[in-house]
């Protein structure tokens, strides 16, 4: 079973919902990254995803994309990412998820990529602008060495959803609005009724809602009717704002913890 599974299979005997988190690799630069995932990781997150930094990013907002510009100034790119994760896997056995564009997986190569990332540690990947159909190579390369983790959004047809559902593995991300990431005041006043729809179809698999979620009111909402909340931007502002200093994983930490203790309630 992998740590993925391990840890919503647990959660779920607790009677708990995951709280994943996400942080851009390389922002502040690539030496701070695995100091910030362990402050996550204390702090209460279940899984964290690292953000791999691309030029196009065209599901993020503004909060990310300059996040991606910084971390791509300093230098990091995939490979030094994925090799990044083994000095991670010496701190924590957290879930580690790298969330990518497919031009980096492309220019990497399918094979070298999953082979190096999965002799570093990693469990999962995201690929936002990777459709089902062209989906399948790197599907059946991955197998079951590494978690290929689908998306959903409000537009996703049942039907489709179903087919998306039977491929996916590791947990559905569902992407809570329609556009792209970011914090928001509000979500959509239907999204209860949508995450109960999708978490139905989804059965087994389990649900995680995110974009746009950054409160602990929010997480509260969201977090009962899926199996897991993503927070993203929220936690990107905090490095963007103090760093990795001592005073910034302090406020990350906190922010995470007022999370979990929403999840939690």
Same mark, same amino acid.
């Given at each position: 079973?992998?740590r ?5 299979a ?6 708990r919902k995951? @709280?994943?988190?996400f942080i ?5 630069? !690539?030496? %701070?990254?695995?100091?910030l +995932?362990?402050? $996550?990781a204390?702090?209460?997150?279940d899984?964290?995803e690292?953000?791999v930094?691309f ?12 996040a ?6 300093q230098g990091a790119?995939l490979?030094?990412?994925i090799?990044?994760?083994?000095e991670i896997?010496?701190?924590?056995e957290?879930p ?11 220019r990497?190569?399918?094979?070298n990529?999953i082979?190096?990332a999965v002799?570093?540690?990693v469990d999962?990947?995201?690929?936002p602008d @990777? ?6 190579e790197?599907r059946? !390369?991955a %197998?079951?060495?590494?978690? +290929?983790i689908p $998306? ?18 590791g947990?559905?991300?569902?992407v809570t609005?329609?556009?792209i990431?970011?914090?928001r005041?509000?979500?959509p ?6 995450l109960?729809?999708v ?14 979620i950054s ?5 509260r909402t969201?977090g009962?009717?899926?199996?897991a909340?993503i ?7 905090i ?6 200093s001592?005073a910034g994983r302090?406020? !990350?930490?906190?922010?995470?913890k007022?999370l979990r ?5």
């Amino acid at each position: 079973m992998s740590r993925l599974d391990e840890t919503f299979a647990q959660l779920k005997i607790e009677g708990r919902k995951a @709280l994943i988190t996400f942080i851009t690799a390389g922002d502040p630069d !690539l030496d %701070a990254t695995p100091d910030l +995932v362990e402050t $996550l990781a204390e702090s209460g997150a279940d899984i964290v995803e690292l953000g791999v930094p691309f030029s196009d990013p065209l599901a993020d907002g503004p909060t990310i994309q300059a996040a991606s510009l910084r971390a791509l100034a300093q230098g990091a790119t995939l490979k030094k990412i994925i090799a990044m994760v083994k000095e991670i896997r010496q701190r924590t056995e957290i879930p580690l998820v790298l969330m990518t564009y497919y031009n980096p997986v492309y220019r990497y190569g399918l094979e070298n990529l999953i082979a190096d990332a999965v002799a570093a540690g990693v469990d999962g990947l995201i690929v936002p602008d @990777l459709p089902l159909e062209e989906s399948e190579e790197l599907r059946r !390369l991955a %197998a079951e060495k590494l978690a +290929v983790i689908p $998306l959903a959004a409000p537009t996703t047809p049942d039907a489709r959803l179903t087919k998306i559902v039977a491929a996916g593995r590791g947990f559905l991300y569902y992407v809570t609005v329609t556009g792209i990431t970011g914090t928001r005041t509000s979500l959509p006043e239907e999204l209860s009724q949508s995450l109960d729809r999708v978490k139905k179809i989804a059965g087994d698999l389990p649900l995680a809602a995110g974009f746009g979620i950054s409160t602990p009111e929010q997480a509260r909402t969201v977090g009962a009717h899926a199996d897991a909340i993503i927070v993203g931007s929220a936690l990107v502002e905090i490095v963007a704002q103090h760093g990795a200093s001592a005073a910034g994983r302090q406020k !990350l930490s906190d922010k995470v913890k007022a999370l979990r203790q929403a999840l939690d309630d």
